[in-house]
């Protein structure tokens, strides 16, 4: 259907539905059952058996196949059974890991789904994109992304950035008239606007009429069915990693082999022990668990009201070193609060913050009651009617509809029990001149019972004092003279360096049919009442998460458009500005080029009266310091900055979807303590990886050396290979994985932040697991000689022995990877998922040791009760001894004065 050729009566018609009631909710069920969802079919996933036979596709599981096969051939039918057991309980556990990422990535998508503006059985209502059909009628405006393909019925300077369908990128004006014209491309039908696309200026309204697959953006969509799969410079790193360790373990593997060899074992029984080992000298479960990781991290974020909208962010937020952030909303509460009155000489202040109806009115410290000062109930009074905007209540709090300015004069003149709709009983709005920018006021004429009219206007104090020709001084009206006019123009100073927004009341009484004609008429000898102090309060929890930012070695810089002196108040309040720091206001940041503010970026907290322009300016300056910079937006504008940024961020609540779409990070609450918090889970994410490493690693070099230790002493095998393969599940398994949940250290937020180019075994990690692994490998053949030494008949305990000291060793060292430090450092009971899984570790060794089904298949024996202690002791050798020469060095260093 060509429907920019159609009349918006006739595409109305066409598609059955009411531009001016909207669709019903039968019509929606109807049309949501026939055409589906609004969204685009995504590329085909793996079946679940597919997925599961992908656990097996990996290099070394093949041949440990292979020789799982050529056990069988040989007669080792129990080894092959069980080995074959082992590779599919690991594809199983790899399966539901793959399994697990895959929904928590699916929810982290719906989450972010765009929503819209629809308009449904006669209301206007906010839904999901997804829920559109066609006939619905949708309103957007700047900063929206439009959710389906609609026929335009009403614009207003309205222009669109289509550059995804055409790659034209400068936005198009749109217009609502028909086109006449069989042959036209999507650039041109202007009459039109289509899924996915951003509008840049004005607002309009549409009819759907086509939803998914039938959009034009649905068409293109089909040529581009397979995602592509974005990669981590964490994940890239990991895979170098993997082709090294696969390197090494091959070689080590290969030397195991042929020492055996020559030592005189038999080539089929080195064969098996050569690839066992390798298979568990390679952790083939790293990208799983490094998967897993960082799916359950996106999760925790969500939690926390973050939403990663890209996963390498998450691992670009541990090595943030600036945030710059809004002031508005996100350093405040955006609930403007009159906190300060001034009528008369007199000043009252106001108790109770946002939006909270809870308030008390004070004289210095003296609480007083409204109703018996005249000059202040008329402030109060005038302002709550002088006003367009009313409070609403919506779930257990009330929220502002209409100028946050406005909204804090209701809520003042409500803590002195004045209600809007009880005052206009009682006076009756005849006649409105509403706020211009250029008069800097507003006025309304109101009549009370008795007949009597009045002219309440309100606006900025210097403009209305300039107006005014008498004031309200002791209850009485005086005439305005220069010593009154100053001492108003001191009041409004005073306010001012106090970082507050001040707004005056004024009135004059009328003659009872007496018509003012203009504003001009209205707005001059009136009476001058008072001046209302307002300011946007600092969030109460910002403070400390701007001082837990700076022990973590980030620095924040407030950006806003707002006053020089509001900022610099509400940045000294929360910590930000710290004596001597640097301001900059956007007048002196235009006549900058970014050189030129490169030198003097890394000394400024607070840039003042900037436009969305500026961002991008400040931005870059910071990058060429070698700063990775978070930056916070919510609008059109801000895009470029959020996407020039190493981690955009945008604002759930008051944010564009233009900014949303360049942003890597939502923040559902629009609160800067939820970066702080969203800083500390990217943090612990790196820090939870690096664990399991440290751990994977060090368990596999004490597997490697083990074996080939005893080949060079010319010793019997410590370990068949069925026990090295069960020691690589019960051990690399479930300990691994619930290192990827342990809680953050109380010191990760007091580190500086992490270079972006640290590689994965910086800070000594590779000494850790070097040196760990090999104390690993000695503890596990001491005690097999210790032993076999006393019986070298019963080659079968000894093996149970290693076997036993190998897993306890490991199991002990999970303790001490929780920490950079060592195992002193943290609870061991404080992640009890770590605490269950060494528990079920342990239990399934005991099973495999004394169960006798099992004897057989893992070449085990029954084990003494005196033998435990030679066990226990040698396996807590490696975790103990290493851990209590730091504690002692760290004790012996001095302390500093």
Known sequence: MKWYELRSEEVEKKVNTNLSLGLSEKEITMRQKQFGYNELKEADRPSALLLFLEQFKDFMVVVLLAATLISGLLGEYIDAIAIIAIVLLNGFLG???????????????ELSAPQVTVLRNKQWLRIQSKELVVGDIIKFSSGDRIGADIRLTKVKSLEIEESALTGESVPVPKHIEPIRDDHISLGDQENMAFMGTMVTRGSGEGIVVATGMNTAMGQIAELLQSAETMITPLQRRLEQLGKILISVALVLTFLVVVVGILRGHELYEMFLAGVS?????????????????LSLGVQRMIRKNAIVRRLPAVETLGCASVICSDKTGTLTQNKMTVTHLWSGGKTWSVSGTGYDLKGSFFAGEKEVEVPNIKTLQQLLTFGVLCNNASLKEKKDEYIIDGDPTEGALIVAGMKAGLQRDLLLNQFEIIEEFPFDSARKMMSVIVKDHSGNQFVITKGAPDVLLNVSESILWENKQQHLTEEYGNYVKNAIEELASDALRTIAVAFKPIRPNQKIMNELEAERDLVFIGIQGMIDPPRPEV??????????????????????????????????????????????LSKMEVEDLEEIVEDVYVFARVSPEHKLKIVKALQRKGHIVAMTGDGVNDAPAIKAADIGIAMGIT????????????????NFATIKAAINEGRNIYENIRKFIRYLLASNVGEILVMLFAMLLALPLPLVPIQILWVNLVTDGLP?????????????????????????????LGWKVVSRGFLIGIVTLAAFMIVYGRDPSNLGYAQTIAFATLVLAQLIHVFDCRSERSIFHRNPFQNMYLVWAVISSIVLMLIV???????????????????????????????FLLAGSLLTRSRSKPRML
């Open 95 to 109: 399966f539901f890991q793959e399994r697990k990422a895959e929904k928590s990535l699916h929810a982290l998508k």
């Open 277 to 293: 080992l390798a298979v568990a000298a390679i952790p083939e479960g790293l990208p799983a668990i490094v998967t897993v990781a």
């Open 543 to 588: 403070k400390a998460a701007v001082q837990e930012c700076k022990d973590a070695g980030i620095k924040t810089i407030m950006i806003t458009g707002d006053h020089l002196i509001t900022a610099k108040a509400i940045a000294a309040q929360l910590g930000i500005l710290p004596s001597g720091g640097k301001v900059l206001d956007g007048n002196a």
């Open 655 to 670: 944010g564009t979807d233009v900014a949303k779409e360049a942003s890597s990070l939502v923040l559902l609450d629009d």
């Open 736 to 764: 691994a994985m619930a290192l990827g949940l342990d809680q953050a250290e109380d010191n990760v937020m007091k580190r500086g932040p992490r270079h972006p180019n640290e590689g994965v075994f910086a800070r000594k």
């Open 849 to 879: 040791i004394y169960y006798p089904p099992l004897q057989p298949i893992f070449h085990t024996t029954a084990i003494e009760a005196r033998d435990w202690l030679l066990i226990i002791g040698l396996s807590a050798v490696p975790t």
